[in-house]
């Protein structure tokens, strides 16, 4: 059984900062994708950012891009998030998400992902 688990979500200031790492079990993530979203209440999971299977390919949404920075360790099995210069709009619930087989690509769509953690709330307040 896979198992995506979220931490380091929280409230912050605008401007501050906060890493949200993304642990998995029940499979090796090294050869796969490795998406983040995000979903604010009353409205659809949206895309953030997406990290390929050896980390040296890496997109982000443009409402995150120059702010954000997705990265991965496959040694220990987990995927991070950094995020700077947070503002009131990245205020939402956050998932990272693993592709179900090894594509060697890097996808910002909710369907190109077979497994998701529960998701960490990150509130930013003004």
């Known amino acids: 059984q896979v198992l995506l688990v979220e931490s380091g979500g929280g409230l912050v200031q605008a401007g501050g900062s906060l890493r949200l790492s993304c642990a998995a079990s029940?499979?090796?993530?090294?050869?796969?994708?490795m998406g983040w979203f995000r979903q604010a209440p009353g409205k659809e999971r949206e895309f953030v950012a997406a990290i390929n299977w050896r980390g040296d390919t890496v997109y982000y949404s443009d409402s995150v891009k120059g702010r954000f920075t997705a990265s991965r360790d496959n040694a220990k099995n987990t995927a991070y998030l950094q995020m700077n210069s947070l503002n009131p709009e990245d205020t939402a619930v956050y998932y990272c998400?693993?592709?179900?087989?090894?594509?060697?690509?890097?996808?910002?769509?909710?369907?190109?992902?077979?497994?998701w953690g529960q998701g960490t709330q990150v509130t930013v307040s003004s």
């Open positions: 029940g499979r090796r993530i090294s050869i796969f994708a």
């Open positions: 998400a693993l592709e179900g087989g090894p594509s060697w690509g890097v996808w910002s769509g909710v369907s190109d992902y077979a497994y």
